[in-house]
């Protein structure tokens, strides 16, 4: 008989001990989520990265429901839900600052040109090797832009569908421009010319020949043509030397593809 009553009590000490611990659970849970549901509130919103999109495009889509109020929430459905995809957007990663403040860190595909596809009704974006990173109707800012090339066909991820010489020469010139921050408007390839539009000074690079000796020279020059209109030309440039001179009013009537 007394051993029952201490087996009954030693029961009841057990339940009385899980009691305590699942109220202890509970009580930790609720001033938990009372703290995620307090403390943790989306004031202010960091964007680092963008180019092409504002700080106001970038938070709204990553603040795109009802629950995003909450910097938890946010911050885990980033970590662990799909985003959608988003043009000229690579990824984008969130990192909790403090509860109150969020820093979205944007990756933006590197575009290096544009031209525009007739077969797909769209511009292609490709990268300094060549790769379509985006088809897209919409014309991003600061862009180069390549005219006269001929286009049967694009696809994301592949390469652009040209002769590889044609694309290496492209991407040597493009380059070269990017090198020394001389990125133009257009740059139309004709036959074996290549031309440069800045606007109002348009320069001529002729064939695809000592692009750099080319580059270097248009680089040294055209800081002095400010409020001139014509063309440049470099046509004759090699790396030993070559003639360059600047027809005013010349100007070059460039297709839109």
Known sequence: MARTLQK?????RRR??????????????????????????????????????S???ISEWVLDDDHSWNSLYVFFKSKFSKQDEIPF?????????????????????GILGYTYVPSAEAYAYFDQDGF????????????????????????????LDIDSPTLKTLLTLTQLLVKYNRQP???????????LSYGDIQVDLGASTSLTAKILRMDEIMGRLGGE?????????????????????????????
């Open 55 to 57: 700080d106001e495009q």
């Open 132 to 159: 379509v990173v985006e088809l897209s109707d919409e014309l991003v800012d600061d862009v180069m832009r390549i005219s006269g090339l001929s286009v049967e066909q694009a696809k994301l991820y592949e390469k």
């Open 185 to 195: 408007e257009v740059i139309y390839i004709n036959d074996n010319t290549m031309l």
């Open 16 to 53: 009385k001990r899980i009691l305590v611990v699942v109220l202890i659970i509970i009580a930790l849970l609720a001033v938990t989520f009372l703290l995620a549901w307090k403390v943790f509130v989306v004031e202010k919103v960091n964007v680092e990265g963008n180019e092409i999109y």
């Open 89 to 109: 957007v690579d990824t984008m990663d969130v990192t909790l600052d403090s509860p109150t403040e969020l820093t979205i860190t944007v990756t933006e595909k």
């Open 229 to 257: 209109s014509g063309t440049l030309h470099l046509d004759t440039v090699s790396d030993d030397g070559g003639d360059i001179y600047f027809k005013p009013g010349e100007m070059v009537k460039i297709p839109d593809y």
């Open 8 to 12: 009954k009590r030693k029961r009841k």
